[in-house]
C-alpha cells in the first residue's frame, strides 16, 4: 500500500509540474500577442503567469531555454496546419502559395495569433529558420526549374519571407483584412518572378487547397 501511494504521489507530482510548465508556457505567448510589445522577460511572463519568479527557474534555465520550447511548440502547430495541404500541391510555387494563404487566413481570424507569429518570426530564430525550411525547398525546386526572376533561392525567401511577416503585422493591426489575402498571395508570387497570370493561377489554385483541408 506504502509503494502504491508513493507512486501515485509521484505521478501528481509530474502531473503538476507539467501544468505548471504549460502555464508559464501559455503565459508567454500571451506575452509574445500581447497588443503592445513591450519586452518579453523572465519578470513579465512570470507576473503573466502569476507564479512566483523562482519557479521560472525549475522549468527553464533561463528566457532563452523558454524561447526555444515557445519556438518548437509554434512550428509544430504551424507545421500540422500548413503542411497537409501544401504537400497535396504538386507544383512548387503552389505549394508556397498553399502555405501563405492558409497561414495569413489563419492569422487574419485571430489578430493574437498573428501577433504572436509576427513577432516570434521576429525575435526567435529557431521559429524563423523553422518557418522557412520547407518554403526554401519549395523555392530551390522552383528555381531547378527556372520558375524565379530572382537570382538565388536566398534572395527569393527574404522577399517571400518580409512581405509575408509585413503582412502578418497588418492583420494583428487589422490595418488589412481577408478580402485582401489572394492579393497579397499573388504579390508575393510576382515578386519573385511569376507573371500575374501565373501568379493568379497559382493563388488560384492554393485557396483550392486550403479549402480542401480547412478545419
Given at each position: 500500500?506504502?509503494?502504491?501511494n508513493l507512486e501515485r504521489r509521484a505521478e501528481i507530482g509530474l502531473e503538476k509540474r ?198
Amino acid at each position: 500500500m506504502a509503494r502504491v501511494n508513493l507512486e501515485r504521489r509521484a505521478e501528481i507530482g509530474l502531473e503538476k509540474r507539467n501544468r505548471t510548465r504549460a502555464a508559464i508556457l501559455e503565459a508567454a505567448r500571451a506575452c509574445y500577442a500581447a497588443p503592445k510589445a513591450a519586452p518579453v522577460t523572465v519578470d513579465a511572463v512570470m507576473q503573466a503567469a502569476g507564479l512566483a519568479k523562482g519557479t521560472f527557474y525549475v522549468h527553464f534555465a533561463d528566457l532563452g531555454a523558454l524561447e526555444a520550447a515557445l519556438g518548437e511548440a509554434l512550428t509544430e502547430e504551424l507545421d500540422r496546419r500548413l503542411q497537409p495541404a501544401r504537400l497535396a500541391a504538386d507544383h512548387p510555387l503552389t505549394r508556397v502559395a498553399t502555405a501563405l494563404a492558409i497561414l495569413l487566413r489563419d492569422l487574419a481570424r485571430s489578430p493574437a495569433q498573428a501577433r504572436l507569429v509576427a513577432r516570434a518570426a521576429a525575435e526567435i530564430p529557431d521559429v524563423a529558420n523553422a518557418m522557412q525550411a520547407h518554403l526554401r525547398q519549395d523555392l530551390a525546386d522552383a528555381h531547378a526549374a527556372d520558375l524565379l526572376a530572382v537570382p538565388s533561392v536566398e534572395l527569393a525567401a527574404r522577399i517571400v519571407t518580409a512581405i509575408g511577416r509585413q503582412a502578418a503585422q497588418d492583420l494583428a493591426e487589422r490595418r488589412i483584412d481577408d478580402a485582401v489575402l489572394s492579393d497579397i498571395v499573388s504579390a508575393i508570387l510576382r515578386a519573385i518572378g511569376c507573371t500575374p497570370r501565373e501568379a493568379a493561377r497559382h493563388a488560384e489554385a492554393a485557396a483550392r487547397h486550403a479549402a480542401a483541408h480547412s478545419r
